[in-house]
């Protein structure tokens, strides 16, 4: 099994900027893609960013493009979402997720976290 545990989220202006962390533990995720999605109230859980297990690859959804850079440490089983620039829309709960490939789709994550609000006040 593995766990996973998001932090580093809360309430900033817009044009700030936070820092999200995914600390895994149980199981090593070295090996796993990991993804970050975001929930928005009233709307459908959204694919952000991911990362394969190597961390040389990245996919990021063409609304974060360029402010939002997604990285991991797998020395610390730790992945990272760091967010510049951020908007109004950006506001949402962010999950991160553990699965074999670095995918768009929620489906082919095994494992995810409980989430960490975003709040961005214009």
């Known amino acids: 099994q593995v766990q996973l545990v998001e932090s580093g989220g809360g309430l900033v202006q817009a044009g700030g900027s936070l820092r999200l962390s995914c600390a895994a533990s149980?199981?090593?995720?070295?090996?796993?893609?990991m993804g970050w999605f975001r929930q928005a109230p009233g709307k459908e859980r959204e694919f952000v960013a991911a990362i394969n297990w190597s961390g040389g690859l990245t996919n990021v959804v063409d609304s974060v493009k360029g402010r939002f850079t997604i990285s991991r440490d797998n020395a610390l089983n730790t992945v990272y979402l760091q967010m510049n620039r951020l908007k109004p829309e950006d506001t949402a709960v962010y999950y991160c997720a553990a699965g074999k490939i670095a995918t768009r789709l929620p489906r082919e994550y095994d494992y995810w976290g409980q989430g960490t609000q975003v709040t961005v006040s214009s």
């Open positions: 149980g199981r090593t995720v070295s090996s796993r893609a």
